[in-house]
């Protein structure tokens, strides 16, 4: 798993439904992302947009 080997530290998605349509089962990838030090950033809720949290910097992205 590249995330696992430190290939990408950031992960855009639209949501938890990419990696599975079962939330518990998406929220348990996005926590296995995170124990690899992985930010996960939904880039929008099932509302609609979300604006992008503070972590999600340019700032930050660039470190």
């Known amino acids: 798993m590249l ?3 430190g290939a990408f530290e950031f992960v855009l998605i639209p949501g ?3 990696f599975s349509l079962d939330d518990r089962k998406g929220a348990r990838i996005i926590r296995r992302l995170g ?3 992985c ?3 939904e880039l929008s ?3 609609g947009m ?3 949290p503070p972590t999600c910097a340019v700032e ?3 470190r």
């Open 45 to 47: 809720t099932r509302g």
């Open 50 to 52: 979300m604006p992008c």
């Open 3 to 5: 995330v696992a080997r």
């Open 60 to 62: 930050e992205i660039r």
């Open 35 to 37: 124990s690899h030090h």
């Open 39 to 41: 930010t996960v950033l």
């Open 16 to 18: 938890p439904f990419v």
